[in-house]
């Protein structure tokens, strides 16, 4: 599979079947994001693997309690109910979860690229999670982002550093459908996506 067709076929996931992921095949996708860009050589990103089926538990009803109060913030009452029908997580169907963190600790230290905008640690993280993510494509698996949660507990739960800033928790498995090469959210009729970016010139 060439570089445009994997980034092409790359879904967030949220159906997965029951196979198991190999460990290599994790341990390629951890390093692909390992050779991510990162602003002054930081490396910041950091994975913790979440094995504990009390732990995900524990991520699941912060999720439900998240997605409960997003749901108040939608008032038309057709938009709510297609809220309410959305799977926008399987922390407890996939086979592997990952939560990912972005170590401001590393700015303990002179780091190039940072002065006037920390955000760039952040950024680099992102260039890693697609990396792992495009190398889970390439092998045929994929994994679901799911972001919607209250992170101070999140943290707290994974019992984590406290420079350690969260940035999700990452549902990994082999997907049960590719929701026909669309965007889920687009095969669900929730949005659509642009044909095209948008390009300005100045």
Known sequence: MDIYTCIAKRRDTRHFTNEPV????????????????????????????????????????????????AEKSVIEP???????????????????GLAIFCDHGVLDDFTIGTIGNANTLEWSCACAIQNMWLSLTAEGFGAGWVSIMDYEAFADILEIPKNWKPLGYFCIGKPAT??????????????????KPLIIEV
């Open 22 to 69: 190999p460990e290599e095949i994790l341990n390629k996708a951890i390093m692909a994001a390992h050779h991510g860009p990162s602003v002054g050589l930081t490396e910041p990103w950091r994975f913790v693997r979440v094995k504990s089926e009390e732990k995900r538990e524990q991520i699941k009803n912060l999720f439900t309690k998240a997605s409960k109060e």
């Open 78 to 96: 057709k938009t709510k109910e297609k809220y309410k029908s959305l799977k926008l997580e399987a922390i407890l169907d996939a086979p592997i």
């Open 178 to 195: 590719d929701y026909d090469g669309e965007p889920m959210l687009q095969n669900e009729n929730w949005k659509k996506r642009s044909k």
